[in-house]
């Protein structure tokens, strides 16, 4: 399994947990530095990923300490 793999099913997991638990009208975000977006999370099967479980983002750059997008 790859660490993307890892992280994707990981956050998935912890969700879901969350989720069904505490809290059914929270909704969760993965925040992701700009630049690791950029790099990695344009990848067709990482998004293909993104769609298939729903998973929503958020997109922060760490040098400005600022939220530069919101993914729904």
């Known amino acids: 399994m790859s660490f993307a793999s ?9 969700r879901k947990s ?5 809290e059914a009208d ?5 925040a992701v530095p700009i630049e690791t977006y950029q790099d990695f999370f344009q990848l067709s099967f990482v998004q293909r990923t993104l769609d298939r479980y ?6 922060y750059d760490p040098k400005r300490e600022e939220i530069r997008l919101w993914i729904k």
């Open 26 to 30: 929270r909704v969760l975000y993965l």
């Open 6 to 14: 890892f992280v994707v099913r990981f956050f998935i997991i912890l």
């Open 54 to 59: 729903q998973i929503k983002l958020i997109i």
């Open 18 to 22: 969350w989720l069904e638990e505490k």
